[in-house]
């Protein structure tokens, strides 16, 4: 991918993380943290991609992004489970 796009997604990812970052420290909904949380190691990722030049499948680079999106789905079900204590 191009460097130029490949910062791009960098940069879009950082963005995405502090929003939520920020909505977070507003409504201390820790779903909210753990998005935040997960864009910031997809920034790692990309960044960390773009410097090394690496082909992603025949790297382990791909187990930050693995970790970004098992952070989703602990969040998501961190919220289901409250939800669940409180009805």
Do not use: H
Request: positive net charge; glycine residues 4%.
């Amino acid at each position: 991918m191009n460097r130029l796009m490949q910062g791009a997604v960098v940069m879009g990812c950082v963005v995405i993380a502090m929003f939520f970052l920020r909505f977070w420290r507003k409504s201390r909904d820790r779903l909210f943290l753990f998005f935040s949380a997960a864009f910031a190691l997809l920034a790692i990722n990309w960044t960390a991609l773009a410097l090394t030049n690496a082909d992603e499948p025949q790297t382990m680079l791909y187990l930050i992004r693995l970790m970004a999106f098992v952070l989703i789905l602990i969040g998501i079900w961190d919220k289901n489970r409250a939800a669940a204590k409180a009805g």
